[in-house]
């Protein structure tokens, strides 16, 4: 079902959608352009001699390209999106390096570029294999795919994807075509050159080095462009941990490059073994330990909460000033919900006072749930000493006063196994989960960051269980 973006929000989404299109199609006319004062004819497709299958490929190639554009800016004035939002920031991730992508290969060929099988051109040009042609032999034409795969992804319809898929599909018959050609023009070097270069992405054939190295290289890119995310979304560098992405991006572009150089034989320095294989034991080790540990938050996120609970907690996210954080937010609209569900719950509002909040976080929650929810005053209860997960739980269990009450937990659902753990802890005997919504792009930091709480979590019931 289709998602509405209101306001400004959907305004922003259609600027940097139609952003991404003039740059792109901004770099090719302008490329187009700048070749023509030099008397170049850059635009080839369909313009050869003969009226062969080739031809009809160029030609309903041109007319597909033509339609992409078309019907991607129809969607983005429509303006309505068949995915979540994550999605849609993948696509602003797909469509960005799309740009970029398709930049490089425009400027790497200098004026050797031509749309089209230029079979008429009568000027000797080299064969273009450094750069970024050094890891694709079609680059602009996977600048073409990353942009409409985007833009697909931001403001999605059953028509653009029936013509971008159709646009892609033409594009591959087109390379196939250009590799044909180039063959028989470059013979030998173009089959060395194919040999170890991939047609979209990638040197040669697959190798677990090379694997690891493309998963390496992607979750680079993918970190660097998730932190400005979370710093867009997520109150900027305020947001607690949000430099993990940069050590991830650094870390994984650190392999990147040591697997490169294996790869191509230019190790200086190779580490003894006995090192290598303990790296690779502790690294799988940390690996094995960081996906159990994110299975179990990703199925508490689900869990489902029980029925005419004697109490819910609703613990406090942080203000700002007097309004509760996004994060909060979604906790009292959770508690709402059930206090709305079941009449008979009493729910608690757990938070005390920050240093740079102007009331209790609690007293936040009872304004919310009063003014917003229409909850009546008599059933909520504040706990306005906590300062944190524990606190709010411990003080919590003082007011309900018997371990044995039934007793739902609210907070946002990547939360809620730290949380019941230290229910647990604490003394709770009958308690459950009441997951509020984890809200993205956000979310996938808030995951991983809970993963390092968790740990923190075990590594303190360790010392508890030594004394």
Request: a positive charge.
């Amino acid at each position: 079902m289709a998602l509405k973006i209101n306001g400004m929000v959907k305004m922003t989404y259609r600027i940097i959608a139609l952003f991404f299109m003039l740059v792109f199609y901004g770099i090719y006319f302008t490329k187009m352009m700048l070749q023509k004062k030099k008397g170049i004819v850059t635009d080839q497709i369909a313009k050869g001699k003969s009226r062969d299958k080739g031809y009809y490929i160029e030609l309903t190639m041109k007319i597909a390209t033509y339609l992409a554009p078309l019907a991607e800016v129809i969607s983005i004035v429509l303006g309505t999106v068949g995915f979540p939002l994550m999605f849609r920031i993948i696509g602003m991730y797909f469509a960005f390096v799309g740009d970029i992508v398709f930049f490089t290969s425009v400027y790497t060929m200098r004026d050797s570029w031509r749309a089209g099988v230029a079979e008429d051109d009568k000027e000797k040009r080299n064969l273009v294999t450094i750069g970024i042609y050094n890891y694709s032999r079609n680059p602009a034409f996977l600048g073409f795919d990353l942009v409409y795969i985007g833009i697909l992804l931001m403001f999605f319809n059953p028509v653009l994807l029936v013509i971008s898929v159709f646009a892609m599909v033409m594009l591959h018959l087109q390379i196939l075509r250009e590799e044909k050609f180039l063959e028989k023009t470059y013979g030998s070097e173009y089959t060395q050159y194919k040999g170890r270069t991939s047609r979209y992405a990638g040197v040669g054939r697959p190798t677990p080095s090379k694997i690891l190295m493309y998963i390496y290289f992607v979750l680079t890119i993918w970190s660097v462009l998730y932190y400005f995310t979370c710093l867009a979304y997520g109150g900027g560098l305020t947001l607690s941990w949000v430099w993990l992405w940069l050590i991830i991006a650094a870390f994984s572009a650190l392999r990147v490059f040591m697997l490169k150089r294996r790869i191509d034989g230019r190790e200086k320095k190779k580490l003894p073994a006995a090192v290598k294989w303990g790296y690779r034991i502790a690294f799988t080790v940390f690996l094995t330990y960081f996906a159990i540990t994110e299975v179990k938050i990703i199925r508490a996120m689900s869990a489902r909460p029980k029925e005419d609970l004697d109490y819910i907690i609703v613990l406090g996210a942080g203000l700002k000033g007097t309004e509760p954080s996004n994060q909060y937010k979604a906790r009292i609209r959770k508690a709402a919900e059930y206090l709305d569900e079941n009449e008979n719950t009493k729910i608690i509002a757990s938070g005390g006072q920050g240093s740079d909040e102007e009331i209790s976080e609690a007293e936040c929650a009872k304004r919310k749930l009063i003014d917003q929810y229409g909850i009546d005053e008599n059933r909520i209860i504040l706990e306005e000493k906590s300062t944190d997960t524990e606190e709010n739980l411990r003080y919590s269990l003082e007011i309900i006063g018997d371990p044995t009450i039934s007793t739902g937990i609210v907070t946002n659902g990547f939360h809620e196994l730290r949380a019941m753990s230290i229910a647990k802890r604490e003394g709770y005997k009958n308690v459950s989960s009441v997951p509020a919504k984890t809200l993205f792009p956000c979310g996938i930091h808030y995951v991983v960051r809970e993963f390092f709480g968790m740990t923190e979590f075990y590594l303190k019931e360790i010392c508890y269980s030594q004394r």
